[in-house]
């Protein structure tokens, strides 16, 4: 008997697409219909306390992204703003060479993992390290899916006019800025395109009040690409719901550091969030949850 295919990754994106427009088009979620064979319907399903589940037989890979990406999909419609980061690194947690050279700590598959992200989420948000080093597109063209609106947090404007990010219009762009700077900032890019965000009592900006400001443009999903430096400020003020932590099995010695926390003093104040791990091409990517398990304390029996 000839086995039957089941259905793939390529019929499993576009009903993720189809969710995630549906969030930001304010709609209620419901069941998402996909392929029929016989009289099985492959499709995208609701159900009330269990959120977006998978509806038929689906292959182990569409079953496995469909399994990342939930928490994603089930984003509410109404409700703050969700905050998803992301780092590559190497196995001895460099994000880079001491040089700055980052192309690419990850495998292709990560890569396309990216720009999934960004096509889920309503802003992908990188520093002015990377903008200004690395001069990232920030677009979806590795998968089909709309482009993010793309956010520069640039406190002190050092990254150039000239960048593709504020030139190519692939997608519109916002400048997140010191207040103090807002002036100078919307004279060079526009006052429409610049927001100006107030400092918090550490002098670091308030990435809080930065999330509400973009939630009020309807950005309430946000995707924190990088740098290592961007992402563990976001950690440093709890404002990550998750973080997906991708490792290479590459060794760069003495590189530039990934995370970058205030040390605990014991493993018993360590941050210990809620797990899972995902294959990623030859890479292993852990998806992190730090709204759950932010420290796990070990008792006597556990050491």
Wanted: aromatic letters at 4%; glycine letters at 10%; proline letters at 6%.
């Amino acid at each position: 008997m000839k086995s039957i295919a089941l259905p793939d990754i390529d019929t499993l994106w576009p009903l993720c697409l189809g969710v995630a427009q549906r969030r930001r088009d304010g709609v209620a979620p419901r069941p998402l219909a996909g392929t029929r064979a016989g009289a099985v319907v492959h499709a995208i399903d609701w159900q009330d306390g269990a959120g977006h589940v998978l509806r038929g037989d689906w292959s182990a890979p569409a079953a496995q992204l469909f399994a990342l990406f939930k928490p994603l999909l089930d984003v509410p419609v109404r409700g703050g703003a969700q905050c998803i980061g992301q780092l590559g690194q190497s196995l001895d947690g460099c994000v880079a060479t001491a040089s700055g050279d980052s192309s690419f700590v990850n495998g292709p598959d990560v890569l396309v993992h990216l720009h999934r992200l960004r096509a889920l989420c309503d802003a992908v948000l990188v520093g002015a390290g990377t903008a200004a080093i690395d001069n990232p597109r920030l677009t979806t063209r590795r998968v089909a899916g709309p482009n993010p609106v793309r956010v520069v947090i640039d406190p002190t404007l050092r990254v150039p006019a000239i960048a593709h990010v504020f030139t190519d219009e692939a997608a519109p762009t916002l400048l997140v800025c010191d207040a103090a700077r807002h002036s100078q900032a919307a004279a060079r890019f526009g006052a429409a395109r610049v927001l100006g965000v107030p400092r918090d009592s550490a002098g670091a900006l308030d990435l809080g009040v930065m999330k509400q400001m973009l939630a009020l443009r309807g950005l309430k999903v946000l995707f924190v690409e990088g740098g290592g430096v961007t992402v563990s400020r976001f950690m440093a003020q709890r404002q990550l719901d998750r973080l997906h932590l991708s490792i290479a099995p590459v060794v760069i010695g003495g590189g530039r550091a990934g995370l970058q926390l205030a040390p605990s003093e014991s493993m018993r104040q360590a941050l210990r969030p809620s797990a899972r791990l995902f294959a990623m091409g030859d890479d292993a990517l852990w998806d992190l949850d730090l709204r759950q398990g932010q420290q796990v304390a070990m008792t006597d029996d556990q050491a």
